[in-house]
């Protein structure tokens, strides 16, 4: 099937592979016999690809096995990987604007576009919110895919979509898509992707306060791996029109945006309101690699400005979040804003895998932060069905489930895997594979969802969307292992089921 069209029906497209195959449908005997003359060698370097891990008897057998199995998504997500037409660009890519990105049509033409689902029964490509978390996987082990899918991101930020839509949520009509903000998804493969963007129709997504901060932060985690200069010199100008338009919602210019009062974020059925921990912490973690890409540059009039901001916004996240222990879930006063939220220190994981946690560089204390991990591995692990499912989204300081929401009392498996790269990047490795053990042991082991993690369950053995993207994000638990200085010592102590660490 090398040639496929979307639900629409208006375009065909070309599998990348054809470019080296042919397009004519005639092409499996020459794909077998290449098979079966490459097979060993392939097997050759899958076995080199995957002996540093499997032999290291320090890591834990069940690690081993999520590592490499739960990338069964990659291919197993409805994904498509296409050649740019030679002949005639999409109509997309021919708008004002685009232009600018230098590198957008070579990278384009040599390495193809690439979309996978936000989940099986969640049919929306490249979900941006939920590729935050997944796109650890890509940027470690097919750069080259990571850097084309961004570049289609930054294609959508340049262009929009004035088209009216009544949002299901607020019943609300606005445009599909604005122009300088981050799209929630790349379409629906029922219409035509790439070309009709933001297939999702809960919430108006232009007014979600973490799609352009996880864009900004995606760039920059880019170029930290792959030191990729043209890539952040194209995406630069990108990255400041869409920290621009999220300065909006920085309502009191106290240097942190503030939520509005809903779902507006990938949370998206658990209301925040003002200053939070999560999209606060976020957007200082924004800010933050704003400041190191001016830098990189020279682009000092930015670096200034972005400084500046983030002096403000240390100072008010603190002001409004800390209480003692850990970040508040929102500085709302509501019942529920002194929630423990497992995902609360998700900017700081950010900055972790960037480099950009420690010493002078450091946003969050390293006290306060290893205070709210301790916290969330207390009540949101420890405390949560026995510490042998995870971490549960929510939790109230009394040691309960925070039930203001379908989404507080779930188990996102994806988010848990994140927790624990942060855990393990504190030195709190011990902690960091227990949490993770717990979303393995359920998933492929108690519930039987071997290649099909779902995004969520809850202790009651109630799961949502199967085949989910977001549990790729075990492979920045794999980066924090790698990085230089991780004191492994600290857990030689620690026994797993089956296996030691």
Same mark, same amino acid.
Request: aromatic letters at 12%.
């Given at each position: 099937?090398?040639?496929?069209?979307?639900?629409?029906?208006?375009?065909?497209?070309?599998?990348?592979?054809?470019?080296?195959?042919?397009?004519?449908?005639?092409?499996?005997?020459?794909?077998?016999?290449?098979?079966?003359?490459?097979?060993?060698?392939?097997?050759?370097?899958?076995?080199?690809?995957?002996?540093?891990?499997?032999?290291?008897?320090?890591?834990?057998?069940?690690?081993?096995?999520?590592?490499?199995?739960?990338?069964?998504?990659?291919?197993?997500?409805?994904?498509?990987?296409?050649?740019?037409?030679?002949?005639?660009?999409?109509?997309?890519?021919?708008?004002?604007?685009?232009?600018?990105?230098?590198?957008?049509?070579?990278?384009?033409?040599?390495?193809?576009?690439?979309?996978?689902?936000?989940?099986?029964?969640?049919?929306?490509?490249?979900?941006?919110?939920?590729?935050?978390?997944?796109?650890?996987?890509?940027?470690?082990?097919?750069?080259?895919?990571?850097?084309?899918?961004?570049?289609?991101?930054?294609?959508?930020?340049?262009?929009?979509?004035?088209?009216?839509?009544?949002?299901?949520?607020?019943?609300?009509?606005?445009?599909?898509?604005?122009?300088?903000?981050?799209?929630?998804?790349?379409?629906?493969?029922?219409?035509?992707?790439?070309?009709?963007?933001?297939?999702?129709?809960?919430?108006?997504?232009?007014?979600?306060?973490?799609?352009?901060?996880?864009?900004?932060?995606?760039?920059?985690?880019?170029?930290?791996?792959?030191?990729?200069?043209?890539?952040?010199?194209?995406?630069?100008?990108?990255?400041?029109?869409?920290?621009?338009?999220?300065?909006?919602?920085?309502?009191?210019?106290?240097?942190?945006?503030?939520?509005?009062?809903?779902?507006?974020?990938?949370?998206?059925?658990?209301?925040?309101?003002?200053?939070?921990?999560?999209?606060?912490?976020?957007?200082?973690?924004?800010?933050?690699?704003?400041?190191?890409?001016?830098?990189?540059?020279?682009?000092?009039?930015?670096?200034?400005?972005?400084?500046?901001?983030?002096?403000?916004?240390?100072?008010?996240?603190?002001?409004?979040?800390?209480?003692?222990?850990?970040?508040?879930?929102?500085?709302?006063?509501?019942?529920?804003?002194?929630?423990?939220?497992?995902?609360?220190?998700?900017?700081?994981?950010?900055?972790?895998?960037?480099?950009?946690?420690?010493?002078?560089?450091?946003?969050?204390?390293?006290?306060?932060?290893?205070?709210?991990?301790?916290?969330?591995?207390?009540?949101?692990?420890?405390?949560?069905?026995?510490?042998?499912?995870?971490?549960?989204?929510?939790?109230?300081?009394?040691?309960?489930?925070?039930?203001?929401?379908?989404?507080?009392?779930?188990?996102? #498996?994806?988010?848990?895997?994140?927790?624990?790269?942060?855990?393990?990047?504190?030195?709190?490795?011990?902690?960091?594979?227990?949490?993770?053990?717990?979303?393995?042991?359920?998933?492929?082991?108690?519930?039987?969802?071997?290649?099909?993690?779902?995004?969520?369950?809850?202790?009651?053995?109630?799961?949502?969307?199967?085949?989910?993207?977001?549990?790729?994000? #075990?492979?920045?638990?794999?980066?924090?292992?790698?990085?230089?200085?991780?004191?492994?010592?600290?857990?030689?102590?620690?026994?797993?089921?089956?296996?030691?660490?």
């Amino acid at each position: 099937m090398p040639r496929v069209h979307f639900g629409s029906k208006e375009k065909l497209h070309l599998r990348r592979y054809t470019r080296f195959f042919g397009s004519n449908g005639d092409a499996a005997p020459a794909l077998a016999r290449y098979a079966l003359a490459h097979y060993e060698e392939w097997e050759r370097k899958i076995d080199a690809w995957q002996k540093p891990v499997l032999e290291n008897s320090q890591l834990p057998s069940w690690y081993k096995s999520a590592l490499f199995n739960e990338l069964y998504f990659l291919t197993d997500g409805g994904t498509v990987w296409l050649e740019l037409p030679h002949d005639c660009l999409p109509q997309e890519l021919q708008t004002p604007g685009v232009a600018s990105l230098s590198h957008l049509l070579p990278v384009l033409r040599e390495y193809g576009r690439f979309a996978y689902l936000e989940g099986q029964e969640y049919r929306m490509y490249n979900t941006y919110d939920v590729h935050f978390y997944a796109s650890f996987a890509l940027i470690m082990l097919w750069p080259k895919l990571q850097i084309s899918l961004q570049y289609d991101i930054a294609v959508t930020v340049i262009n929009e979509d004035v088209e009216p839509r009544q949002y299901l949520m607020s019943g609300q009509t606005a445009q599909v898509k604005l122009k300088n903000v981050v799209p929630h998804d790349i379409g629906d493969p029922d219409d035509e992707p790439w070309q009709r963007v933001n297939a999702y129709l809960i919430h108006d997504t232009a007014n979600w306060k973490d799609l352009n901060l996880k864009f900004v932060l995606q760039v920059y985690r880019d170029y930290y791996l792959t030191h990729d200069v043209p890539y952040l010199r194209d995406m630069w100008p990108v990255c400041q029109a869409v920290m621009e338009s999220e300065l909006r919602f920085d309502t009191d210019n106290d240097g942190l945006i503030e939520n509005g009062g809903f779902a507006d974020q990938t949370y998206d059925a658990w209301v925040v309101n003002g200053a939070s921990a999560y999209c606060g912490g976020l957007w200082l973690a924004a800010v933050r690699v704003m400041c190191e890409m001016a830098e990189v540059l020279g682009d000092k009039e930015t670096q200034q400005k972005y400084s500046g901001i983030l002096q403000k916004g240390k100072e008010a996240f603190e002001r409004l979040l800390w209480n003692g222990k850990y970040y508040n879930y929102d500085s709302s006063g509501s019942s529920t804003s002194s929630s423990i939220m497992s995902d609360q220190c998700a900017g700081q994981w950010f900055l972790g895998a960037c480099g950009l946690d420690h010493g002078e560089l450091e946003v969050f204390p390293k006290s306060h932060v290893i205070s709210a991990l301790q916290t969330i591995f207390e009540k949101n692990v420890m405390g949560f069905a026995g510490g042998t499912m995870g971490a549960v989204n929510g939790m109230r300081p009394s040691g309960v489930p925070d039930t203001s929401s379908v989404q507080s009392s779930e188990v996102w #498996i994806g988010v848990v895997y994140a927790l624990a790269a942060t855990m393990i990047q504190e030195g709190m490795v011990q902690e960091g594979f227990h949490t993770a053990e717990g979303c393995y042991r359920t998933v492929w082991e108690q519930l039987g969802m071997a290649f099909q993690t779902p995004e969520a369950y809850c202790e009651k053995k109630v799961y949502r969307s199967l085949a989910y993207m977001r549990p790729l994000s #075990i492979w920045s638990m794999q980066l924090a292992l790698e990085t230089p200085g991780l004191v492994w010592h600290r857990a030689v102590s620690w026994r797993g089921q089956g296996s030691r660490f």
